[in-house]
């Protein structure tokens, strides 16, 4: 990489990059089969509202007799029809996946954004500013490493729901939810990014640029950020995977999204309770689905390491 | 190297004479929460106690009386306020010291200390007398007549024993006290510890010098007690055959359960009745979207939610036939339940439309529903299932459901405006109910009423239950306060629950309508 | 020397303080435990008496500062649900946990190098690409599922292995083990995969990148065209290389091993700390949370502060950026 060079344009280098990147993307099919997955996926939960049949949000139009309609089958006492079956509420179980993955979605994204924001923002500091602003951060993040990822998110869904005035509790869960399992995540990206930070400030182009007196906000931003944000975008593809799968295990765990607004988490853990019982629908599509997004996502970011640190191929 | 007590158990077991080595493997969702038999009055704690201990009277599996300590009991001919109790001959306890009077008045007067958690049941009582070895006489504060049905999980302890062991005092629980009583039991029951490590396994063996070998099956010779929290698990636990016999069947696995080779699942009513209640007596509701008053206070409201309710398809659907639809808050064998009342409420949702519009919420309103999600059978999904339903005539309900050590804290704050609970009445009588449940809040009752409901003329009625006397007057009273609370709509019934067990072919038994199951009745074959 | 290990270890201790602080601070909102300690037949007035008997009445502050004062000394009071020293209780369930932990730590181990070592060496093979994908399933679905469809299929379907709890277990001392017992190991199985897959699946990655990265080091090259042969290249001389950093990753890993216990416990009903944690959340059993959350950080801490101390012995210069270098 051009790292020793005086620093071009960010868009000519964004381009080249992502020229590279374009090149091993066609030449590696699991990285094409997994982004049309993961496309295929997004669009479909975006677009829930106009491709959903019902919509299992709105509790009026639920008929609890049609509950635990199997598949492709007609419910015995009202006679609808539902493609994937119902849950136990008598909800439609493609139209709740397809809710229920817009909510899993929102949550892994804005978890891992807030956990990229906060991390690189705290990285770069440490990094380049050292001294006391470096060890307060640093000591942050070890206590933060103490707790589990697992235990932090509940520790926060804990306080939060207290603080919160009970009316708004359950449209807060959803924002406690990103809160806690982005806040539980950053300490990665800003190990990450610090580490960066630390060979990059030294390099001569940065020597260079405070040479001519660029102010260490802009240098930060300007020139060591570009730097540091291959492994970045790593961490992140790989955590967003890891933030969807923390909701579910926090829904098992009592501190997920609520029932009545159930992600696919949510799901999930109310689906797993049919496994005996023969209503396997409840539990496998939106399982299934969890599982495509996912490894989907898993295998993206697995290529896109390999084709960021080429020297691994 | 030490084997465990459960091998120890296990090889003891097998090589013990008698007429049979049965080994019954159980399981239920929680454990007893401590061995002193009168330091917590809850289900699994007594559950556990009935194996060791043994009250005065039990119920059998069907509910009704059986004599178990004491052999017969009436009032006494001369007092009103007496009540005369003869005991068993030739009792022991477990260490082999001889069961008297003497015992019955340590025990009695232990459940009636301060630390008790059982003392609330005998508080009208204000002596109990040794008469000789065999005869006790209880003195109340005024006649009881339903006396002995707080004495069903009373259990008698060994005066001797606990003098002996520092456990004269009941183990001070909530204070987190450890007593020689918490850990070790001696009592004069069917089955003897031997071995507990709490929320892990506990194993009792069979007690061949009981008193009752001959007049019960007594067919279990080892209970090795497991508790297992995740239904699933214990579900599983069951099918692949590793436990023989589980309390806490999820609904929805009864089928499976019940069409398994070697499996058998037995129903029995339970004596708890599940329903909603509503703050109706608050100025403002905390959490609706209605300023200035409070929609809950409106009856016509009341009734409409009520209405609303479509207690048959829950019953269907979410518990899978496993729940009998209620319209009173009593379950039928409690004294003061009528079939009428039971049955007086059907889902109508065009007339509860109508009813909202008279009260002049045409257009609805919102409202928060606070719910547990682990204590009672699908507590959440009938939450959820009612918020359907309520949407249909307009009013948007939002779900709260959490564990139940969140939940309930509100209710005792009076911190909620619609809610749900459970309630079971271990005396089978409505006058528990109405104390707890109707009565206005106060410092020694109402103490479950969150509706901020005060009715003085009613808290009188309820008042004059505990020394009524005439058992035709005293049922005319109930007869009345449970009209004005029915007419009142104060809470809106749902079901009462049916209690499932799940059991091997090996085992025998009927489902105890207080799921607490008492193993000398079970036949293992 | 001697002044960086007191203020690193000065530095843990405040962690601590910290931990603990926080984590005490969420016990003011996970519920209340009167009502789960008093039946259905309480009265307000037993309410309240209890209420200052617990302390409960206290200000925050107050409850803080008398549990680290009582903590200091290792007492953590009494369990509010089973009446007896919260250390006592945390003593008899730490050999399960600590056995599942070894047990699934050692599969990891084992299973992520060896599985690490084929992926590396096989970079472009079809059944290296295969394992690699395979591998990322058992991340992409949440643990409790899996060991749930672990319990289905081997227990409930196949019967061959048992779905919940620790077997036979032999005591030794205060020590309870279920190693020397069939049924014993036999339970050990499920929950141990359950538990070790994600971090197997870490490892494997783990071992892969830094093999693919050592390999293509000068002195590997220069072994190679001296004619030594591949497998002892691979073996001999790159495996040893890749192993450092790897089992420094692990040994901070096993913390976070016996802290995902919590959800692989409470599947197979495994009698350990973690189950010990979930139903103190349940019953609101603010001591025995309070120890448990402690337990773990000092276990964390501990961890780290050892693999900083070793690093420090070993290389001097190291010390600034140890924390940089742990990692990506």
Known sequence: MAQNEIPRAPSRFARAR???????????????????????????????????????????????????????????????YFLLGTDDQGRDVFSTMLYGMRISLFVGFSAVMLAMVVGVVLGLLAGYLGGWVESTIMRIADIQLTFPAILVAMLIFGIAKGITPPAYRDQMAIWVLILAIGLSDWVQFARVVRGATLVEKNREYVQAARLVGRAKFSIMIRHI?????????????????????????????????????????????????????????????????LLALALSINLL?????DALNPKLR | MKITGFLAAALLSSTALGASAETIRWARAGDSLTLDPHAQNEGPTHALSHQIYEPLIIRDTTGAFEPALATDWAPSEEDPNVWVFNLRDGVTFHDGAEFTAEDVVFSFERAMSE??????????????????????????????????????????????????????GVQDYEGGEQTFASTNANGTGPFVLQSREPDVRTVLTRNDDYWGTSDFPMDVSEIVYTPIQNAATRVAALLSGEVDFIQDVPVQDLGRVGETDGLAVKSTPQNRTIFFGLNLGADDLANDDVEGENPLANKKVRQAMNMAINRDAIKKVVM???????????????????????????????????????????????????????????????????????????????LDAKPKAQHFPLISNEETDFFMLGWGVPTYDSEYVFNFLVHTKGDDRGSWNALGYSNPELDEKIQSLASETDLEVRDQTIADIWSVVQDDVLYIPVHHQVLNWGMTDAVGTEVDPEDSPKFKYFEMN | MLAYIIRRVAQSLLVLLVTGFVAFSMFSFVGDPIDNMLGQERTQADIDRLRGQLGLDQPFVVQYYRFLEQAVQGNFGLSYRQGRPVSDILMERLPATLELAFVSGFLALAGGIGLGIFTAIRKRGVSANAIMTVSLIGVSLPTFLIG??????FSVEMGLLPSFGRGEVVRIGGWTTGFLTESGLKALILPAITLGLYQMTLIMRLVRTEMLEVLRMDYIRFARARGIRERSVNFRHALKNTLVPVITITGLQLGSIIAFAIITETVFQWPGVGLLFIN??????????????MMISVMFVGINLIVDLLYFAIDPRLRVDRTAAGGH
């Open chain 3, 148 to 153: 749930i469809v672990l319990i289905y299929v």
């Open chain 1, 18 to 80: 992502n020229s590279d990147l374009y090149y091993s993307f066609t030449r590696t099919p699991v990285a094409i089969v997994s982004a049309a997955v993961v496309i295929v996926l997004v669009l479909a939960a975006l677009l829930a509202p106009l491709i959903a049949p019902h919509n299992p949000f709105d509790p009026g139009t639920l008929n609890l007799m049609n509950g635990f309609t199997p598949p492709g089958e007609a419910n015995a006492f009202t006679g609808d």
């Open chain 1, 301 to 305: 970011g697995d290529w896109l390491r």
């Open chain 3, 280 to 293: 103190a959340i349940q019953f609101v059993d603010i001591p025995v949370m309070a120890a448990y959350l």
């Open chain 2, 115 to 168: 630390e008790s958690d059982m003392k609330e049941l005998l508080n009208s009582i204000t002596e109990i007398r040794a008469v000789d070895d065999h005869t006790v006489e209880f003195v109340t504060d005024g006649p009881n007549p339903i006396l002995p049905s707080n004495m069903t999980n009373l259990f008698i302890m060994d005066k001797g024993w606990a003098e002996a062991n520092d456990a004269v």
């Open chain 2, 320 to 398: 899978r036939d496993q729940s009998e639809p209620a319209g009173m808050i009593a379950p039928p064998f409690v004294n003061g339940w009528t079939e009428e009342m039971d049955n007086s409420v059907s889902t109508d949702v065009e007339q509860a439309k109508a009813l909202m519009e008279e009260a002049g919420y045409g257009d609805g309103f919102s409202i928060q529903l606070d719910c547990p999600n682990d204590r009672y059978i699908n507590d959440e999904a009938i939450c959820q299932a009612a918020v359907g339903m309520l949407a249909q005539i307009g009013i948007t309900v939002n």
């Open chain 1, 225 to 289: 950020l570009p730097n540091v944000l291959n492994p970045v975008l790593v961490i992140a593809t790989i955590s967003l995977a890891l933030a969807i799968i923390a909701e579910a295990t926090l829904s098992f765990l009592g501190v997920g999204a609520p029932p009545t607004r159930p992600s696919l988490g949510t799901l999930i853990r109310i689906g797993q309770e049919f496994m005996f019982s023969g209503e396997w629908w409840i539990l496998l599509f939106p399982a299934g689905t």
